[in-house]
């Protein structure tokens, strides 16, 4: 997911002890993120909805890890239509499986950073 090449070249004029801060924040946050979307499916708040989908999606491109970021771009795109239309032709389910592809392809994205994150303290 992370391509690490890429993290790299961003970051390679960054402190490392700023990269290793941004790595923890994204890592202790990320979940906490996840919640406000299940919780805005849940109330069918499309407003925040979109609105907590574009943060993250702002979080997850500062990583160089496309995939993620593609499935959250779609999925802000999605609450924005919802928004739009007043919630006409909402799907929880769809909605939840969505978010659900999201989240394990994050996860994946936040085990690759901490991978990353040794790499960086070990280099010392």
Do not use: C, W
């Not at 960054?14 to 924040?25: G, T, Y």
């Not at 708040?45 to 499935?71: C, Y």
């Not at 909605?95 to 690759?112: F, G, H, P, S, V």
């Amino acid at each position: 997911m992370v391509n690490k090449q890429n993290f790299y070249e961003t970051y390679q004029f960054f402190d490392k002890s700023v990269i290793i801060e941004i790595i923890d924040i994204f890592i202790n946050e990320y979940a906490d993120r996840f919640e406000k979307l299940d919780k805005n499916i849940a109330d069918r708040d499309f407003q925040n909805m979109r609105f907590n989908a574009h943060s993250l999606k702002g979080v997850i491109a500062n990583f160089s890890a496309p995939v993620p970021l593609e499935m959250i771009r779609a999925y802000e795109k999605s609450a924005a239509a919802l928004l739009e239309n007043n919630g006409e032709g909402f799907d929880e389910a769809t909605m939840l499986r969505q978010l659900e592809d999201i989240k394990k392809a994050t996860k994946i994205m936040a085990d690759q950073l901490a991978e990353i994150k040794q790499e960086i303290l070990k280099k010392g």
